[in-house]
């Protein structure tokens, strides 16, 4: 079970874009994330007739490492840790740190 998901609002913690919010994007292999409109990079595209794309330079998200990211705590307007907790019913769920309070519902 991952600490971050598809869909969890994130902060960055550390690097060029410290403190900036998104929401995950897509889940990669190797511990990356890609989320959006963060680690924003330029992309150097060759047009393609067949697929339909135009050449240029494009924007685009970039991967980045989960351990430069927290997931965001609505309660305390913070990024926050996260741990595992088997609830009483036994299921596995994922909890903030700082409060104990349930990410999933």
């Given at each position: 079970m991952n600490r971050i998901r598809k869909g969890d609002r994130v902060i960055v913690t550390t690097g060029r874009d410290k403190g900036q919010q998104g929401t995950v994007i897509r889940v990669l292999a190797n511990d990356?994330?890609?989320v959006e409109n963060v680690n924003m990079v330029k992309k150097h595209q060759k047009p393609n007739p067949q697929r339909g794309t135009?050449?240029?330079?494009v924007q685009k998200?970039?991967?980045?490492?989960?351990?430069n990211l927290a997931l965001f705590?609505?309660?305390?307007?913070?990024?926050?840790?996260v741990g595992f907790k088997?609830?009483?019913?036994?299921r596995k769920v994922r909890v903030f740190k700082s409060n104990g309070e349930v990410v999933d519902a």
């Amino acid at each position: 079970m991952n600490r971050i998901r598809k869909g969890d609002r994130v902060i960055v913690t550390t690097g060029r874009d410290k403190g900036q919010q998104g929401t995950v994007i897509r889940v990669l292999a190797n511990d990356k994330l890609v989320v959006e409109n963060v680690n924003m990079v330029k992309k150097h595209q060759k047009p393609n007739p067949q697929r339909g794309t135009t050449g240029g330079i494009v924007q685009k998200e970039a991967p980045i490492h989960t351990s430069n990211l927290a997931l965001f705590n609505p309660a305390t307007k913070k990024g926050d840790r996260v741990g595992f907790k088997t609830l009483d019913d036994g299921r596995k769920v994922r909890v903030f740190k700082s409060n104990g309070e349930v990410v999933d519902a």
